[in-house]
């Protein structure tokens, strides 16, 4: 059956506007459409393609593993599974591991933590889940609730209760809403879909210890931050703050979904057996790319690589600013990098985002004012020089 973007308006429902093409094939950081023409990717399919596309060591695991055990569901556990968390308790403050699927169900499985280890240590009182405006967190009802864009979580009747806001970056705020009554903190540590906003450094510092001072678990979403996004395992490693609770996804497969909530082994005995649980987190597939992930990205070679990239991006970003003042500011860490809009082009990332496909350059955007870049953690310089070339086309065409 041959298809076309035409197709996806007849059969799908609405809730995705997808660009013009269809990408059909990958490798490293290029990508081809269905008429053969190549992108640079910069967007990494939003930060979760950390070793580019058909990595040799992910499409080995996933060969092996296939002809091996497929799915088992939680009455069983398996090797990979068991090894994934191994590896993870190892090389983090964690315990304890629970797998799920996605972003959203990690988060959704540290709330749920959260709240029962809150009632059973503390009491029904100690139910408030604090965390901060333009913070994203995914799209179950519980965790687009708990994420600052009530946009997202209106026009879907009531909503789970006993969550506030406050504003990223403000520890004041923070300080006048913490209670003895605050069950936990969320945030990420650097805020991605809100515009790649960097925590002041106190701030993060400042969370943790308002936390210690009510007895309230602080709770790291890094399902973007993590797995070598930003140049450690995990960001927290660089911000001399250890949350209680941390959510991993995106990279953590490298394109195959799966999620990771890590948490210590007071917290987890928590959940016990019929508490919480997903038909497939676990699942063998998924933990044997993510062991064959974990296993490049967690090697000084690939985090020294990062920060090194990083300097290289925000270089060429810098040089095409200068030529043609578009950016107010360029932020982030790592493969983690915002480009954010001057006043004169406010509100027009998405046009950047469409004449970067034009100009065969994949890129991203974080909200209507920040271009986001999440490319490979191991991209090629070349490419990323040719992206930027690339990239450079659009902005000539965007700025006029
Ligand atoms: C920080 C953060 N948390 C959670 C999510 C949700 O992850 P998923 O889409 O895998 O459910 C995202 C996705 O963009 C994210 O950036």
């Given at each position: 059956m041959s298809v076309s973007r035409e197709m996806f308006n007849d059969v799908m429902v609405p809730n995705y506007n997808p660009a013009a093409m269809i990408p059909v094939k990958g490798e490293g950081s290029r990508l081809w459409d269905q008429e053969g023409r190549e992108y640079i990717d910069f967007a990494g399919g939003i930060a979760v393609n950390c070793l580019g596309h058909c990595h040799p060591a992910m499409v080995k695991a996933i060969q092996e593993q296939s002809q091996k055990l497929w799915h088992l569901s939680n009455v069983f556990t398996n090797e990979p599974a068991i090894r994934l968390a191994k590896k993870l308790t190892d090389a983090t403050f964690a315990d304890r591991v629970y797998f799920a699927n996605s972003g959203a169900e990690a988060n959704e499985a540290a709330l749920k933590l959260a709240r029962r280890w809150a009632l059973e240590e503390h009491g029904e009182h100690k139910k408030q889940i604090i965390a901060f405006s333009k913070g994203f967190h995914g799209r179950t009802f519980f965790t687009v609730t708990v994420g600052g864009q009530p946009a997202y979580s209106d026009?879907?009747?009531p909503k789970p209760g006993a969550v506030e806001h406050v504003p990223y970056n403000d520890l004041e705020a923070l300080k006048s809403l913490i209670?003895?009554?605050?069950?936990a903190v969320m945030m990420e540590p650097l805020q991605g879909e809100g515009g790649v906003i960097t925590p002041d450094a106190d701030f993060v510092k400042g969370v943790r210890e308002l936390c210690d001072q009510h007895n309230a678990l602080l709770i790291f979403d890094e399902v973007q931050t993590g797995f070598g996004r930003t140049g450690s395992l995990y960001a927290y490693q660089q911000l001399g703050v250890t949350p209680d609770i941390l959510a991993s996804a995106k990279s953590l497969g490298g394109g195959f979904p799966i999620g990771a909530m890590l948490t210590t082994d007071a917290i987890a005995?928590?959940?016990?057996?019929?508490t919480h649980g997903s038909t497939?987190?676990?699942?063998p597939l998924a933990c044997a790319v993510a062991e064959a992930v974990f296993d490049v990205v967690n090697t000084d070679d690939v985090l020294a690589g990062v920060k090194h990239r990083e300097a290289l991006v925000k270089e060429h970003l810098q040089r095409i600013n200068d030529k043609y003042h578009v950016f107010d500011e360029i932020r982030g860490k790592g493969m983690l990098i915002g480009a954010a809009l001057n006043e004169k082009f406010e509100g027009r990332a998405r046009d950047f985002l469409q004449a970067g496909n034009a100009e065969g350059v994949m890129v991203l955007v974080a909200g209507p004012n920040v271009v986001r870049f999440t490319p490979s953690?191991?991209?090629p310089e070349t490419d990323i020089v040719e992206g930027m070339k690339r990239f450079e086309q659009a902005v000539a065409k965007v700025a006029g």
């Open positions: 026009g879907f009747g209670s003895d009554n605050t069950c005995q928590h959940l016990k057996p019929g497939y987190g676990g699942n953690l191991i991209i």
